[in-house]
């Protein structure tokens, strides 16, 4: 199926595939409790509920939250979808996998935050705006042994997600990697990151993660 992705929803693109790979090398059990964070048209949710999990969907974007209601509706599989910013629907609750493809690009005007369908990329001038808070927040909603699996470009910086993520006592690698052509945004803004360092004067492909981060038992 095909999914929903009307505008100002994020439409799945290479880092969605990046993460579904990786979520189907997951060893979940039926019964499983998994939260897409950041869900946009519900893609990953669908995946993981696909193989008999309990999932939880949440997007700060109302659009993305119907879309995704929508699609769960087509596909015939249930989920629970919840508007909010990020963690906050679901407090005091503890899951055995987070999923996230959040905002990763680092933003020319790094101290307005992002609105409309920016909100899916625009992530301050570090591209880290939404990626520190999901390594201080993640771990305390992850049960022993729980496991986040989260994509974002080699421009945010992989090495600051895995020391955050070894300071929380998670066991944290990259293991995944993909090099893309530069999309629209990327394009527009590749002379801005050639000016900070963040790319190479010869640089026209992008590097994708993933990270995987798991508590000890």
Same mark, same amino acid.
């Given at each position: 199926?095909?999914?929903?992705?009307?505008?100002?929803?994020?439409?799945?693109?290479?880092?969605? @595939?990046?993460?579904?790979?990786?979520?189907?090398?997951?060893?979940?059990?039926?019964? *499983?409790?998994?939260?897409?964070?950041?869900?946009?048209?519900?893609?990953?949710?669908?995946?993981?509920?696909?193989?008999?999990?309990?999932?939880?969907?949440?997007?700060?974007?109302?659009?993305?939250?119907?879309?995704?209601?929508?699609?769960?509706?087509? *596909?015939?599989?249930?989920?629970?979808?919840?508007?909010?910013?990020?963690?906050?629907?679901?407090?005091?609750?503890?899951?055995?996998?987070?999923?996230?493809?959040?905002?990763?690009?680092?933003?020319? @005007?790094?101290?307005?935050?992002?609105?409309?369908?920016?909100?899916?990329?625009?992530?301050?001038?570090?591209?880290?705006?939404?990626?520190?808070?999901?390594?201080?927040? %993640?771990?305390?909603?992850?049960?022993?042994?729980?496991?986040?699996?989260?994509?974002?470009? %080699?421009?945010?910086?992989? @090495?600051?997600?895995?020391?955050?993520?070894?300071?929380?006592?998670?066991?944290?690698?990259?293991?995944?990697?993909?090099?893309?052509?530069?999309?629209?945004?990327?394009?527009?803004?590749?002379?801005?990151?050639?000016?900070?360092?963040?790319? *190479?004067?010869?640089? @026209?492909?992008?590097?994708?993660?993933?990270?995987?981060?798991?508590?000890?038992?």
């Amino acid at each position: 199926m095909n999914p929903l992705a009307p505008p100002g929803v994020y439409a799945p693109q290479e880092d969605t @595939d990046l993460l579904t790979g990786a979520l189907s090398e997951e060893p979940l059990t039926p019964g *499983a409790r998994v939260l897409d964070v950041g869900t946009g048209s519900g893609v990953l949710a669908l995946e993981a509920a696909r193989r008999g999990t309990h999932v939880t969907a949440v997007d700060v974007s109302w659009r993305a939250v119907c879309a995704a209601r929508a699609n769960a509706r087509l *596909a015939g599989l249930p989920l629970r979808i919840r508007q909010g910013n990020l963690f906050a629907p679901v407090r005091g609750q503890r899951f055995d996998l987070i999923l996230s493809n959040p905002p990763y690009v680092p933003t020319p @005007d790094g101290g307005a935050r992002p609105s409309g369908a920016a909100r899916a990329w625009d992530a301050g001038g570090d591209g880290r705006l939404v990626l520190d808070r999901i390594c201080r927040e %993640a771990p305390a909603l992850l049960r022993p042994g729980g496991v986040l699996l989260m994509v974002h470009s %080699a421009l945010s910086g992989p @090495d600051r997600t895995l020391g955050h993520l070894h300071s929380a006592g998670l066991m944290a690698a990259v293991t995944r990697r993909r090099r893309i052509a530069f999309g629209p945004v990327l394009r527009e803004r590749a002379g801005w990151l050639r000016e900070r360092g963040l790319l *190479a004067s010869t640089d @026209d492909k992008e590097e994708l993660v993933i990270v995987r981060a798991e508590v000890p038992v």
